[in-house]
């Protein structure tokens, strides 16, 4: 009986994560015309540690400007605070990279498996032109920024080599 119940739970955990259990998603906010440092947050779901990410979206600049990144009250903070921390920014896209253990000595130090996790946050400036009502979308993409920015988790098991997972993508808007 316990061989089987273990089976069963190696089996519904293996199936968590060939669900496509991996997601990036950019929360929606409500703003209006002419609001400043509108906070949008980005979420992660991962079913398995990881070490870095990079995420990059695409935004309207008819109603929006991109004013900063940063990683104040994410998950990053205490052991999972990272080496490297990148905001990436273009006319109409931003983004960041996040690598947790990047020099020596490497302690292996991973973000533990989680759903909803706060990533990082992203600021916003609504223009006082934009229209009560409208509504702009956060398109993530992996294929914005020179050079190019993927949307991907990193993982690894302590010993072993690195391995991107390529997760799913969830738009949001302002």
Not at 61 to 76: H, R
Not at 154 to 165: A, F, H, M, N
């Amino acid at each position: 009986m316990q061989r089987k119940l273990v089976l069963a739970a190696v089996t519904a955990v293996w199936a968590v994560a060939a669900s496509g259990a991996e997601t990036i998603r950019v929360e929606s906010v409500t703003a209006v015309p002419g609001q400043t440092n509108v906070l949008v947050r980005v979420l992660i779901d991962h079913s398995a540690p990881i070490y870095a990410l990079s995420f990059a979206l695409k935004y309207p600049t008819t109603g929006l400007t991109f004013t900063q990144a940063n990683l104040a009250g994410t998950v990053f903070t205490g052991a999972a605070t990272p080496e490297y921390f990148q905001v990436l920014s273009g006319t109409d896209y931003c983004g960041a990279a996040i690598v947790l253990d990047l020099g020596e000595p490497y302690d292996e130090r991973t973000l533990p498996a989680g759903t909803a996790q706060f990533a990082c946050a992203l600021y916003f400036d609504v223009k006082s032109t934009a229209a009560c009502g409208d509504a702009y979308t956060l398109d993530l993409r992996s294929d914005i920024g020179s050079p190019v920015i993927d949307a991907v988790f990193t993982t690894v098991e302590p010993g072993l080599i690195s391995k991107s997972v390529a997760p799913a993508l969830t738009d949001g808007t302002v």
